[in-house]
């Protein structure tokens, strides 16, 4: 049974990254394909597709690379853990490599870019920084 499953994601698709896959399966959750989604978004990775073929439902996630084949995502870090709970401030949110990272926040409103929930003025849990 797995603890922390956004660190088991990141951590997914860090070691994909790191040998060139050009897909990665997750186990699927609300939360997972939330996040998958504002990857996409914000321009981190290729695609994402739920496949619920199986018993399990789980995320495949094609990831993204330059022309020279070098990953889009330098770097992923889990922020707030199941022991440590995060939180900041809609003033306080902390900006990734001068922004031009991300920090993906857990809002009222769901999940959100640093950006985002800067511009509705939105705090809450910090999940993870990519860059």
Not at 16 to 37: D, Q, Y
Not at 64 to 74: A, M, N, Q
Request: net charge positive; aromatic share 6%.
């Amino acid at each position: 049974m797995n603890t922390d499953p956004i660190a088991d994601m990141l951590t997914r698709i860090r070691n994909a990254n790191m040998v060139s896959h050009e897909t990665v399966e997750i186990p699927a959750s609300k939360l997972k394909i939330e996040l998958a989604k504002l990857l996409k978004a914000e321009g981190f990775i290729a695609d994402y597709a739920v496949d619920d073929s199986a018993k399990f439902k789980k995320i495949v996630v094609t990831l993204k690379y330059d022309e020279k084949h070098k990953p889009v995502i330098t770097n992923l870090q889990r922020v707030s853990t199941p022991g440590l709970k995060t939180y900041s401030k809609s003033k306080n949110l902390p900006k990734v490599l001068g922004g031009m990272g991300v920090a993906v926040i857990s809002t009222s409103k769901g999940l959100m870019s640093d950006r985002k929930a800067r511009k509705e003025n939105l705090g809450g849990e910090i999940l993870c920084y990519v860059w």
